[in-house]
T-cell receptor, first 110, second 112 residues
Framework: DAKTTQPNSMESNEEEPVHLPCNHSTISGTDYIHWYRQLPSQGPEYVIHGLTSNVNNRMASLAIAEDRKSSTLILHRATLRDAAVYYCIPTFQGAQKLVFGQGTRLTINP | SQTIHQWPATLVQPVGSPLSLECTVEGTSNPNLYWYRQAAGRGLQLLFYSVGIGQISSEVPQNLSASRPQDRQFILSSKKLLLSDSGFYLC???????????FGNGTRLTVT
């Protein structure tokens, strides 16, 4: 699996956009980039995933660099409920297991 | 959509006692199933995964074991708990050809 580097923590203000970066310089051509988040005292939940093109859903947007060595999860308007640990996980489609790294702990200030 | 049922939500067990945590999945068939553990203040550690009935892969050698007696049932067991087994245990499910993981609400185990 590709190695990932994410900041340990980030802080933002409510109702402002948040850009969560992830470096995955060893990603292979068939690896998808998945993002999950874990709210306090809960299991992780799926946020979004993509391969090459930028992706949008109701929760967030995923911007993938042209060389695919990095990606950015974008929360367009953060709320207090977005405070969580965010995990970036590159893995190839058909992978039987998903290994979580340390993730980025996002704090949202009111 | 998939629903993962885990119980109990919390559990306090003495050192040396046995453990059995059960996970059942609704809304899908022939899923991949996973057990993860999260120690206090730490990241998620993959313990076991299964791609079918009776097929178990262990990621970390330890005093835990897993079994999959039915397609949508995954059981985590221990014959004798250690203090280091304390943590938040999460069951997860995904489709056969990679699809997003769905997690249960977890069991918070404290070994005393």
């Amino acid at each position: 699996d590709a190695k990932t580097t994410q900041p340990n923590s980030m802080e933002s203000n409510e109702e402002e956009p948040v850009h969560l970066p992830c470096n995955h310089s060893t990603i292979s051509g068939t690896d998808y980039i998945h993002w999950y988040r874990q709210l306090p005292s809960q299991g992780p939940e799926y946020v979004i995933h993509g391969l090459t093109s930028n992706v949008n859903n109701r929760m967030a947007s995923l911007a993938i660099a042209e060389d695919r060595k990095s990606s950015t999860l974008i929360l367009h308007r953060a709320t207090l409920r977005d405070a969580a640990v965010y995990y970036c996980i590159p893995t190839f489609q058909g992978a039987q297991k998903l290994v979580f790294g340390q993730g980025t702990r996002l704090t949202i200030n009111p | 959509s998939q629903t993962i049922h885990q119980w109990p939500a919390t559990l306090v067990q003495p050192v040396g006692s046995p453990l059995s945590l059960e996970c059942t999945v609704e809304g899908t068939s022939n899923p991949n199933l996973y057990w993860y553990r999260q120690a206090a203040g730490r990241g998620l550690q993959l313990l076991f995964y299964s791609v079918g009935i009776g097929q178990i892969s262990s990621e970390v050698p330890q005093n835990l074991s897993a079994s999959r007696p039915q397609d949508r049932q995954f059981i985590l067991s221990s014959k004798k708990l250690l203090l280091s087994d304390s943590g938040f245990y999460l069951c997860a499910s995904s489709g056969q050809f990679y699809s997003p993981l769905h997690f249960g609400n977890g069991t918070r185990l404290t070994v005393t």
